[in-house]
Structure formats: C-alpha cells, structure tokens
C-alpha cells in the first residue's frame, strides 16, 4: 500500500542517516588516534602501532609524529608519570562508591526507554499527527531538561537525585493506562506529562553523569575514570533493559 511504501522509504532515510552518523564517528574516533592532545593523556594511543605508516604520514602533524616516535619525550613522560603512579583502583569498591549515582542513571533511562517511543505512540494509533507531535514534546522537554542542568541553581541535591530518578516509575502506568483499558482519554494529557517526562529525563539523566565521577569519596583519578565508564554501561543498560520491557508489553498485547 501506498502508507507502507512511505515508511519503508522513511525507515530507509532514517537508518541510512544514522548509520552515516556512525561511520562519521568511527572516522573521528580513528583519528582521534593522532590528536597530539589525545596523545599526550591517553597511554593507550600512544601505544597502539597499528596504524599504516602511509595514513600516519598523511594525517600526522609535526608535533604528533615527534610524541609517537619519541615515547620517553616530556609530554609522555608526564602524562604517563602523572596516572601511572597513581594506585590501582578496586573496581567494586568504586562502584559500591558510585551506588547512588548508577542507580538514578541506570532508572532515569529504563523509564524512558519503557514509555517512549513505542507505549506513548500506541495511544492514538489512528491519528498521523499524534505519534510525530507526542515524540517531539518528549524530545522538547529532554532538550529543556538538559540545558537546565547547565544552571547549577537548578541542580537537584545529589541525596534526592536517586528518589527522583524512582519517582519517574509513576509515568509507565500512566501511559499504560492511555492505551488499555484506555482509562485515560484525550491528547492533552498525554502531551503534557510526555513533555515532563522528557524534562525529568534530560535534567536528572545528566544530573547522574555528573555527579558521578565527581563523588567525593572516589580518591584518585583512576577511580573517577572506572566511575565515567561504569555510568555509561548503566546509561546503556538502562536503554537497552527498558527496550526489552517494552517490546514485550508490545507484543504480547499488554498495552
């Protein structure tokens, strides 16, 4: 039909855009290799040699070819000194440290991915506008949360973080409720609360990447490294558990 030909050719642009992103990413990330910033505080690209000398010709400039041929020059040494020396961290204590902070990460992002985009369109099916309008307040509200936790002033405490990030568990039956039994009617409030929902999920999701690595009682800064990666497998975990959950609400009928 003539609306399955339509989304066929839009998932296309869509995934053919997206993978593009992720190929310009890789490049970056490629030559993230011969940065000499890069090189100077990251030890593992200094010691990788798996790049053609021909490329490395090409896209190396003067000062990164002098950091990766002269291993022992100032900037390495430095750099090296400076993260080397530092005790070795325990990656179970640093956790157990960050606790609070990977479970307000970790909740804020399942919620989100539980509701949106899939439970929060099966609202109004029939209508073309809804699902465009209701994913657009979702991503206006994130877009406002996240520029509000650039003013500190808006900053939730780092001890309430967690019980927000538990509270925003009230929007999955909500949006439940909007598809079945249909106990709640109407756009309106659905537009609303999906606007809020995205606002609770851009201030207290970048709230929890922040406060994480910056935890006081991680000492050293191999601890505040192991802290950063940690909170992007919870963010991950997050999306990732919160999709599963409502793929199965979707098919097996619950909503």
């Excluded at 750099?79 to 204590?93: N, T, V």
């Excluded at 568990?169 to 439940?176: C, D, G, K, S, Y």
């Excluded at 490294?225 to 793929?247: D, E, Q, R």
Aim: aromatic fraction near 12%; proline fraction near 5%; charge should be neutral.
């Amino acid at each position: 039909t003539e609306s399955y030909e339509h989304t066929l050719f839009a998932s296309r642009i869509y995934f053919a855009f997206s993978c593009g992103l992720m190929l310009i990413c890789m490049c970056f990330l490629f030559l993230l290799k011969h940065n000499p910033f890069a090189l100077r505080y990251v030890s593992e690209y200094r010691e990788s040699d798996d790049a053609p000398d021909v490329l490395s010709a090409l896209l190396l400039s003067p000062e990164t070819k002098s950091i990766v041929a002269d291993q022992r020059s100032p900037l390495c040494v430095e750099a090296s000194q400076k993260f080397d020396d530092i005790p070795d961290a325990s990656i179970k204590e640093t956790l157990w440290k960050i606790r609070h902070m990977l479970f307000s990460c970790f909740s804020v992002f399942f919620v989100t991915f539980v509701i949106f985009p899939g439970v929060a369109v099966a609202i109004n099916p029939d209508d073309a506008w809804f699902g465009v309008i209701i994913i657009a307040m979702f991503n206006f509200g994130d877009t406002v949360g996240r520029f509000c936790s650039n003013i500190q002033r808006l900053w939730i405490p780092r001890k309430v973080l967690p019980f927000a990030a538990l509270a925003r568990l009230a929007f999955i039956p909500f949006f439940v409720l909007c598809v079945k039994p249909k106990l709640i009617t109407g756009n309106t409030a659905p537009y609303i609360v999906m606007f809020i929902s995205g606002m609770s999920n851009g201030l207290p999701g970048s709230l929890s990447m922040i406060y994480g690595p910056q935890t006081e009682a991680l000492e050293t800064e191999k601890e505040r490294h192991i802290a950063g990666t940690a909170m992007s497998l919870f963010l991950l975990g997050g999306c990732s558990l919160g999709s599963l959950v409502a793929l199965l609400m979707t098919s097996q009928g619950w909503v």
